[in-house]
């Protein structure tokens, strides 16, 4: 375990990075638009960093306080008092989303009471409660190239703000 004064660094170095993102943030208001070009590339790696750094320490400290059989915990620091509370958030990966579907469609035939229209109390047909069921329990995200095949204008369902980005290649040094 790192000694107090290691400690006492990194959190003067998160301290530190807080003033000079601020700097930054003022220093990018009226910088060229060459610099800020070079800036976000610079940028790129490091929030990368910082993301991946925050969510290991919130799962480090996460999974400590699950083995000290803590649900919340307060920590002071200089005179700065924290509230931190664990939480378990569930992380999916390898859906077998065919399958899933699959069996939300038989959860249709299986369970006469999604056939029936709750409001109404009449009997939808099984194709139209098999959709609403997906339509509830999945969420779905339009493909605007696969509607623009089919001749859809995505214009005509939703505004679209065509919002300016660059891509950054290294090219080498000059």
Do not use: Y
């Not at 107090?4 to 700097?23: K, M, W, Y």
């Not at 699950?66 to 509230?83: F, R, Y």
């Not at 214009?155 to 919002?163: K, L």
């Amino acid at each position: 375990m790192p000694d107090e004064s290691t400690q006492v660094d990194a959190i003067g170095l998160v301290v530190e990075i807080g003033r000079n993102l601020a700097l930054l943030e003022t220093a990018m208001d009226d910088a060229p638009t060459d610099i800020k070009a070079v800036v976000f590339h610079r940028l790129v790696q490091p929030a990368k960093t910082l993301r991946w750094i925050s969510s290991e320490m919130s799962k480090q400290v996460g999974e400590a306080m699950k083995m000290d059989g803590l649900k919340t915990a307060t920590v002071s620091h200089n005179g700065e008092q924290l509230t931190v509370t664990a939480s378990n958030s569930p992380k999916r990966s390898e859906v077998d989303r065919d399958a899933l579907v699959a069996a939300t469609e038989r959860a249709v035939s299986a369970d006469p009471r999604h056939t029936v229209n709750s409001v109404t109390g009449e009997v939808i047909p099984l194709e139209q409660a098999r959709l609403g069921l997906i339509k509830t329990c999945f969420r779905f995200e339009p493909r605007w190239g696969e509607l623009r095949k089919i001749g859809l204008d995505a214009d005509e369902f939703c505004r679209t703000e065509w919002v300016s980005t660059i891509k950054v290649d290294v090219g080498g040094t000059l």
